[in-house]
């Protein structure tokens, strides 16, 4: 089995480039493995891109969930599986998919492990001529994304996951709800809402269980839509969040579909694996079963 292994230095606001000699040492020991490093995210993707002209069996993405991400627009449906060692900040993806944190731990599961088909989610936007793009994790729009932009602009002081919380505190001082219109298939909602989450996992933000039942193999979008609600309310739910409980709240609605449509007359951003994608409207929609990850 050929294995392409991809270190993205920035991950983890450079915890990566940090580890790379130990990493470059735990991919040494895989069978049939080649290591590399990119130099920018257009790299990553072409070499992720030649991994597949090659017809590499596993392309591994050494990071965080943004890593994953653009390099799972080039794998889709194209034979080849996703392999990943997380080395990012918040490691969602990773963690639904049990796997280990640990370098070499993460290596063994390379070697050892089994492919598990997942669904994907895809993107619609814009015209006929621009190519979907796809996630693996969670898309949101409004108070999240506006978390996801803080974040990514985040002070470099911050240690791991607290840049999420220090992110959400400052977007939570100065958010106000947005009027959207959202469709879940047949379900149509219009009005003022705070966020609308639409997942194919179950947390992002460093374990923030935003949609805790979601599974990436069930063939549905998992969506929450929190609509209007006070900044006291919302500061009262966020410690909800990391056991799921704020499912519970009056203002929370939790729907399942299998396309979902986001519109609104104001400038929103939706991200989503944490990287900025486009701006409403867009479609969402389940590809069930498109990709191949190597898990325990």
């Not at 996703?82 to 993806?93: A, E, F, S």
């Not at 006929?128 to 729009?141: F, M, N, Q, T, W």
Request: proline share 5%.
């Amino acid at each position: 089995m050929k294995l392409l292994v991809i270190a993205n230095p920035s991950a983890g606001r450079g915890r990566c480039a940090r580890r790379i000699p130990d990493i470059r040492a735990a991919v040494e020991g895989l069978r049939g493995a080649q290591f590399c490093v990119s130099q920018s995210v257009d790299h990553l993707i072409s070499l992720a891109r030649q991994g597949v002209h090659r017809r590499v069996d596993v392309i591994v993405a050494c990071g965080g969930d943004g890593t994953v991400h653009h390099i799972v627009q080039t794998l889709s449906s194209s034979g080849a599986a996703l392999g990943v060692i997380p080395v990012g900040t918040g490691n969602d993806i990773a963690r639904h998919l049990g796997l280990p944190t640990d370098i070499r731990s993460a290596c063994e599961v390379l070697q050892r492990g089994k492919p598990r088909p997942v669904d994907v989610a895809r993107v619609g936007f814009g015209g006929a001529e621009d190519r979907p793009r796809i996630y693996l994790s969670v898309a949101g729009v409004g108070l999240d994304a506006e978390v996801n932009r803080l974040a990514q602009r985040g002070s470099r002081w911050l240690p791991g996951k607290t840049v999420y919380l220090y992110a959400a505190l400052r977007a939570l001082s100065k958010f106000t709800p947005r009027h959207m219109e959202v469709t879940c298939d047949a379900y149509r909602f219009r009005g003022e809402m705070t966020l609308v989450a639409v997942g194919n996992t179950s947390s992002y933000g460093g374990g923030l269980k935003i949609l805790p039942q979601a599974k990436p193999d069930d063939g549905w979008l998992d969506v929450c839509l929190v609509k209007k609600a006070s900044r006291v309310e919302l500061l009262q739910q966020f410690p909800r969040l990391y056991a799921g409980t704020h499912i519970h709240h009056p203002a929370v609605e939790i729907r399942r579909a299998r396309c979902v449509t986001l519109s609104s007359v104001d400038h929103l951003e939706l991200f989503a694996d944490g990287e900025y994608i486009c701006n409403l409207p867009v479609t969402i929609e389940i590809a069930p079963q498109s990709l191949s990850v190597i898990a325990p």
